[in-house]
């Protein structure tokens, strides 16, 4: 994997390289919260080479195939029509194509700080001519619904007439992850194409199953031609595909401009009269290329201004993952932004940048909104009220499985059922396996954990009432209900469950489905059910009766509660080592040392096995962080007593002991688990937490997985990383509404500078080895109490605090 040069607010791509230009149109992917479309060049066409593709955050379509004797239901985020299609040729000469050039110069760039991708070529094609192409791109961040792009077309050695293609594509399928080719991948119906102006056409859309209405339209208009004759244009619409073939002359040395602007609209828009009608007027009032540019980048701008971060390095000043970190806040931002608000959606695993999951949402949030609630609350918010709507559907899902209240899905996509897939494809055999980690229970005590840190940090009481926590509680009776008293035991348990590691699934020769006891479900159970009774006490008498009367729930069920918190089963074994699940140290040791010899990459050691007809479920071997996700979520302080409360007794040594356990028993399978052994090293062990901190920040750009980035970013990895930086090294922690600070630095990192948004004010914040800065900002916000070393601060509106160690 050639790496691209960086400098502090853009990538550069030098050489034309086929079999990486997936990868970096997923990492040139432009998007606005709305949606994004992947940084495929505009005359490309979905292949081994290339794979253009266009997002909508929430358009989701259900298709139904036939695998292995099986009829299986999959929910896919959609391919939507393609706006880019843009291309050309000499009359007497080939179409553009990237294969049949000879390369003279090649570079694509991406400039975050401006949301503006730029294509650099220079090229001679097989009849000699040499012509320079320089191509911007915007997915515009101030209106949501336009993208535009312009093109600079300079023939250098030849003058004769050129035709130029441009238009929308609707006959796209999702084809964007190989091992899902086998599936239904058509989710499209183009139900009308036109001209609808003199420059411009149109595309009427629908998803086949979900019926999401769609129309795209599209202006282009070509400048500083040249020759006889005046400009002509013909309509073409073939196989969903519709454009327009406009012939023009050039001559050498005179540069020809291209503009095309494109709006998309949906009939889930708000404020509209019909998709069409907003589609066809949005691109014949749109201003021209630069004018929409500038407004693009201040619109940018302003996102900067509270989400940039610093970090330098003591021997260079401006540290070389700079870059890297502005790249994942910007495709956090990309995918969720201040346009999210407006949506009923949630947060995609792989963001709006490819196919992989299916688009779906996950747990990742519990990497992605610690960072957002620090600086964007208000997407926060959103986020959270998409799961706040699907509860209905986890009641019912709940109820299904003959347990309480609500239970969320591990995979969820349009309306909160559960999506994981039955089958899942091992590339590495080829064969279909059933999937069974839909049993990922823990998924909700990540959304209880979402909206309590979301109340913590806000302060926002209103949505606490209103929604968050009728989640809170719903997600307590149903750990309630499914935790079941063990006599042998003398404690509550919880079986039938999957951690997640995701290796494990069930008992080798058991025959039944999930794991018993796992450390990290029950522990967090536990912590759900506390969580509950503190969110109570935060309400008014009044909202709090009626929303106890909502659910059914007296005062004897919230002291069974207590009760079950207190006594949930957490297994240990050998010197303090909690096991991850119950029966964890009786499983086989494995020769790691030989796999690493035999295979090299062996992060998903489940493939690996299955295809030698082994069983990852017989080893001690996981694929990603599980009981350590514990102290990823809470300090020493809260998990010593929150493991005091449930009786058991946790040593000063014992978290070391733990992290190095799972540490050396861990194949870091997913992006996510370089994050987390990162973080509860950063204070233990800083030069190895900064080597993990390395590792998890190149996990896309470096494409560590080998492949999969192309397919789509990790974004709770990318997001994961900027809050490590930002808030883990920080040593940045909220309790009873004091924000403590403690920050920690690897030798390596000299110093952090970040702005957070809390309780209404903006902070500014710089540590290095031998200071912390705070300075609030003016407002009229109350004072906050900063902890720092044991000690408390009181800090005004606009007061500045210098704190040493």
């Not at 994942?328 to 999210?340: M, N, R």
């Not at 499985?401 to 899905?409: K, N, T, V």
Request: proline content about 4%; aromatic content about 10%.
């Amino acid at each position: 994997m050639n790496l691209p040069t960086t400098n502090a607010w853009e990538l550069i791509y030098h050489g034309w390289e086929p079999a990486q230009q997936q990868h970096r149109e997923a990492i040139c992917t432009l998007g606005n919260g709305r949606f994004a479309t992947r940084g495929a060049f505009e005359g490309a066409t979905a292949g081994d080479t290339h794979y253009p593709g266009t997002y909508l955050a929430g358009g989701f379509n259900r298709r139904v195939s036939q695998v292995a004797d099986r009829e299986v239901v999959n929910e896919d985020l959609v391919n939507l029509p393609n706006w880019l299609p843009l291309t050309f040729r000499p009359v007497s000469g080939e179409w553009l194509d990237f294969e049949r050039v000879e390369w003279l110069d090649y570079r694509q760039s991406l400039d975050v700080r401006s949301g503006l991708l730029t294509y650099s070529l220079h090229f001679r094609d097989p009849g000699g001519r040499e012509t320079r192409l320089r191509s911007h791109r915007i997915v515009h961040m101030g209106d949501s619904h336009l993208a535009a792009l312009r093109w600079e077309l300079e023939p250098i050695n030849w003058s004769e007439p050129v035709e130029i293609d441009a238009g929308i594509d609707g006959g796209v399928e999702n084809l964007g992850v190989a091992r899902y080719r086998k599936l239904e991948t058509r989710h499209l119906e183009v139900l009308e194409s036109d001209r609808c102006a003199a420059d411009a056409v149109f595309l009427r859309a629908m998803t086949n199953q979900s019926r999401l209405d769609l129309a795209l339209a599209a202006r282009t208009r070509v400048t500083g031609t040249c020759g006889s004759g005046t400009e002509q244009r013909e309509l073409i619409c073939r196989d969903g595909y519709v454009g327009e073939r406009i012939r023009i002359g050039v001559s050498a040395g005179t540069p020809v401009q291209v503009e095309k602007v494109a709006a998309l609209y949906t009939g889930r828009d708000r404020a509209i009269s019909e998709p069409g009608i907003e589609a066809q007027a949005a691109v014949q009032r749109a201003a021209d290329f630069e004018t929409l540019y500038r407004d693009h980048a201040q619109a940018w701008q302003r996102y900067w201004r509270g989400w940039d971060a610093t970090l330098h390095t003591e021997a260079n000043g401006e540290a070389a993952e700079q870059a890297v970190l502005r790249l994942h806040i910007f495709h956090l931002l990309q995918t969720t932004s201040l346009h999210t608000t407006e949506l009923d959606v949630g947060v995609p695993a792989r963001g709006l940048h490819g196919e992989a999951y299916r688009g779906h949402i996950f747990w990742d949030e519990l990497f992605i909104l610690p960072l957002i609630n620090l600086h964007t609350p208000e997407i926060s918010r959103a986020l959270l009220m998409y799961r706040y709507r699907r509860l209905p559907e986890a009641r019912r899902a709940a109820a299904a499985e003959g347990l309480r209240s609500a239970m969320y899905p591990w995979q969820s996509g349009s309306n909160g059922r559960e999506e994981t897939q039955t089958l899942h494809l091992n590339p590495e055999s080829g064969r279909w396996l059933p999937d069974n980690t839909h049993r990922q229970r823990h998924v909700n005590a990540a959304i209880v954990h979402n909206v309590w840190r979301y109340y913590e940090v806000t302060g926002d009481i209103g949505f606490l009432t209103f929604a968050g926590a009728e989640m809170i509680l719903s997600i307590a009776q149903f750990w309630a209900s499914i935790a079941q008293w063990s006599e042998d035991k003398g404690r509550y348990e919880i079986r039938g469950v999957v951690g997640p590691d995701e290796f494990h699934t069930y008992y080798p020769g058991s025959g039944e489905l999930g794991l018993a006891n796992n450390a990290y479900t029950n522990i967090m159970a536990a912590w759900c059910l506390r969580t509950a009774r503190r969110a109570l006490e935060e309400l008014a008498p009044t909202p709090r009766h009626d929303l106890l009367e909502r659910l059914g729930i007296d005062e004897a069920e919230i002291e069974r509660w207590a009760a079950i918190s207190q006594r949930l089963f957490v297994p240990f074994h050998g010197d303090g080592i909690i096991s991850q699940f119950e029966g964890y140290e009786r499983l086989e040791p494995l020769d790691w040392a030989a796999y690493q010899a035999r295979y090299g990459n062996i992060q998903r050691l489940d493939r690996i096995l299955e295809a030698e007809g082994d069983d990852v479920n017989r080893y001690q071997a996981s694929k990603q962080a599980d009981l350590l996700m514990l102290f990823y979520l809470f300090s020493r302080e809260q998990i010593e007593t929150l493991l005091t409360d449930m009786g058991y007794q946790l040593d000063p040594d014992a978290i070391p002991r733990n992290i190095a356990y799972y540490e050396a028993r861990t194949s870091h399978g997913s992006t996510l688990s370089n994050i987390v052994h990162s973080w509860v090293l950063a204070r233990s062990d800083r030069q190895r937490s900064w080597e993990l901190f390395g590792n998890a920040l190149i996990s896309d750009l470096g494409d560590i997985q080998g492949g999969t980035t192309k397919e789509g970013i990790h974004l709770g990895a990318m997001a994961g990383t900027v809050d490590l930086a930002l808030r883990g090294y920080m040593g940045l922690e909220l309790r009873d509404g004091i924000l403590w600070l403690d920050p920690m630095l690897p030798d390596a990192l000299h110093h952090v500078e970040q702005k957070i948004l809390y309780r209404g004010h903006w902070i500014h914040l710089l540590a290095n080895h031998r200071r912390l800065c705070l300075r609030l900002e003016e407002g009229p916000c109350p004072p906050v109490t900063i902890g720092f070393r044991g000690q408390t601060h009181e800090l005004e509106q606009g007061q500045a605090l210098e704190l040493q160690p």
